[in-house]
């Protein structure tokens, strides 16, 4: 990302080897209102490509394309990346609109 410098980079994702704050972080961004899709890209680009391929088992080439949108993900597939890598299941709501 332009105007981050390493160290930035290198904080920020030292911080996701937290996985308590991990969890928060993706929580957040989708009470924010954020899609599935953009909550976990941006947690991914915070992370570091690579830490998430190497914890989901995916090819660093594959998340790169995620993230990048070259690629898109069923939800099942979000879903069960989020489990593995963050802990956290996937539940659907659904409410009476106004």
């Known amino acids: 990302m332009a105007g981050r410098s390493k160290s930035y980079n290198e904080f920020t994702a030292k911080k996701f080897e937290d996985l308590a704050y991990a969890q928060g972080y993706i929580k957040f961004v989708i009470a924010e209102g954020e899609e599935l899709d953009v909550a ?24 790169s394309d995620f993230v990048a949108k070259r690629q898109r993900w069923s939800t099942d597939k979000m879903a ?10 996937m539940k659907v709501a659904f409410e009476v609109a106004s």
């Open 40 to 63: 976990l890209r941006s947690t991914i680009h915070n992370m570091g490509i690579k830490a998430f391929a190497d914890k989901s088992g995916l090819s660093l080439q594959a998340v």
């Open 80 to 89: 069960k990346h989020i489990l593995q890598v963050f802990n956290l299941k």
